[in-house]
T-cell receptor
Framework: GAGVSQSPRYKVAKRGQDVALRCDPI?????LFWYQQALGQGPEFLTY????????KSGLPSDRFFAERPEGSVSTLKIQRTQQEDSAVYLC??????????????FGDGTRLSIL | AQSVAQPEDQVNVAEGNPLTVKCTYS??????LFWYVQYPNRGLQFLLK??????LVKGSYGFEAEFNKSQTSFHLKKPSALVSDSALYFC??????????????FGQGTTLQVKP
């Protein structure tokens, strides 16, 4: 399809396990964002890539969170030693251009992560 | 710091009546403002944006928004609501910082309930 694709849609993990969440952005989109959406809240910024370069990781809550986009296309968000407070929906978004452009961000359907 | 506020957790309207979902913002400089809609278990769908120009912005599905600089507001409107408009609506402002990422800052969201 032509939209942003995220997998898996749902992930259940036990506390302490590592998880990896995948994002396939719209083809040709330069910018890629990860957001975290807690239940009943608006999305909050985690990290930003322009092509393969991670230019902003100021929103990552701890050093257990790691993101990469090695070839400037698919991105993976990894959470190590998961905690219950990591339970949330993780949204990926992409936009056509980089930096401070006026292009809208296009969102995937998210991965709902539940930590038991 | 940039921020947006959505003062209403929920808005109820009868089908066929006009609807308004409120948003106020606080930014330094000129704001880039967006409205997104989220259906259950789905990602955010872009509705419309204000960058510059006319204060009345038209978007998808018959929605429009009015930018008011003096009141720092960007309310979402629709002349005639449909039951299918029932969803969660988010106002967002593009962050302005030295990292130049274009990340979005979201409001808390407003649930729109349209009753037949």
């Amino acid at each position: 399809g032509a939209g942003v694709s995220q997998s898996p849609r749902y992930k259940v993990a036990k506390r302490g396990q590592d998880v990896a969440l995948r994002c396939d952005p719209i083809s040709g989109h330069v910018s890629l964002f990860w957001y975290q959406q807690a239940l009943g809240q608006g999305p909050e910024f985690l990290t930003y890539f322009q092509n393969e370069a991670q230019l902003d990781k100021s929103g990552l809550p701890s050093d257990r969170f790691f993101a990469e986009r090695p070839e400037g296309s698919v991105s993976t968000l990894k959470i190590q030693r998961t905690q219950q407070e990591d339970s949330a929906v993780y949204l990926c978004a992409s936009s056509l251009r980089g930096g401070y452009s006026n292009q809208p961000q296009h969102f995937g359907d998210g991965t709902r992560l539940s930590i038991l | 710091a940039q921020s947006v506020a959505q003062p209403e957790d929920q808005v109820n309207v009868a089908e066929g009546n006009p609807l308004t979902v409120k948003c106020t913002y606080s930014v330094s400089g000129n704001p880039y403002l967006f409205w997104y809609v989220q259906y259950p278990n789905r990602g955010l769908q872009f509705l419309l944006k204000y960058i510059t120009g006319d204060n009345l912005v038209k978007g998808s599905y018959g929605f429009e928004a009015e930018f008011n600089k003096s009141q720092t507001s960007f309310h979402l409107k629709k002349p005639s609501a449909l039951v299918s408009d029932s969803a969660l609506y988010f106002c967002a402002v593009r962050d302005i910082d030295s990292s130049n990422t274009g990340k979005l800052i979201f409001g808390q969201g407003t649930t729109l309930q349209v009753k037949p």
